[in-house]
């Protein structure tokens, strides 16, 4: 049986910042149709290893490839937090629009209605559409949280990589965006990234689990992982 292709591949990198190691001997591979869990504690390290994956940071040593060395996979990418100040007067669907920016022409306007029905469309996916033109401040968290990720979607991403989506939000909410991840993944073989310090909720979604702690990055996969001692004393009160 053929493998997946790579989409992210580290292999004996160190990550951090400056001359700061956060994480080292890194080594651990995404693939196409993958639903990877990054767990552990708060401050392990866990945005820093995905703020790489981005792009964001280069790594400080070892490999670190996209694509294998090919065309960068296209990312969505929902973050933890999205503060927007209040004195912009954005929309739902101004804000969905955000992920369509190569679209846009030099005075900022979507091209014509084709990206305006595909902002609409990732609106509709995430249960959103009814939102589309209240004002994002004046929005729940909960419903925030779809509109970015109906933003991220409008990136037609081939990898999703979500930081901690479910704070903030009340478990009925939480339920509803799990449900929204299992069917991308699903429907669409979405390959999927989550940010995530529990496990609870969102043990039977991964496929690998990416599990942060004491500067070492350890991966397997989620069944493994998840009956093996050491992740399982970590979470022994929500498994």
């Not at 790579?6 to 651990?28: H, P």
């Not at 939000?169 to 940010?195: P, S, W, Y």
Request: glycine share 10%; charged share 25%.
């Amino acid at each position: 049986m053929t493998e997946a292709p790579s989409l992210v591949e580290f292999k004996n990198a160190a990550i951090g910042y400056g001359k700061t190691v956060v994480l080292k001997d890194v080594s651990l591979q995404v693939r196409s149709g993958d639903f990877l869990g990054v767990l552990g504690y708060n401050g392990s390290g866990k945005t820093t290893l995905m703020r790489t994956m981005l792009g964001l940071i280069p790594p400080l040593k070892g490999r670190f490839v996209l694509r294998g060395g090919g065309v960068p996979p296209r990312f969505g990418y929902v973050p933890q937090k999205e503060k927007l100040d209040p004195i912009y007067p954005l929309t739902a669907h101004a804000v969905a629009a955000m992920g369509t920016y190569r679209s846009f022409d030099f005075w900022g306007r979507l091209r014509g209605s084709r990206q305006s029905a595909h902002v609409r469309a990732a609106l509709k996916e995430c249960g959103a559409h009814e939102l589309e033109g209240k004002m994002y401040s004046e929005l729940s968290g909960g419903q925030r949280q779809r509109v970015l990720i109906a933003r991220a979607l409008a990136a037609q991403p081939e990898l999703l990589i979500l930081d901690e989506p479910l704070a903030g939000i009340d478990i009925t909410t939480q339920h509803a965006v799990l449900r929204l991840l299992k069917r991308l993944k699903d429907e669409r073989g979405l390959t999927i990234i989550m940010v995530s310090h529990r496990v609870q909720a969102e043990k039977d979604l991964f496929t690998h689990i990416a599990w942060v702690d004491g500067g070492k990055v350890e991966v397997g996969v989620a069944a493994e992982m998840l009956s093996s001692g050491r992740v399982n004393e970590v979470f022994k009160e929500e498994l």
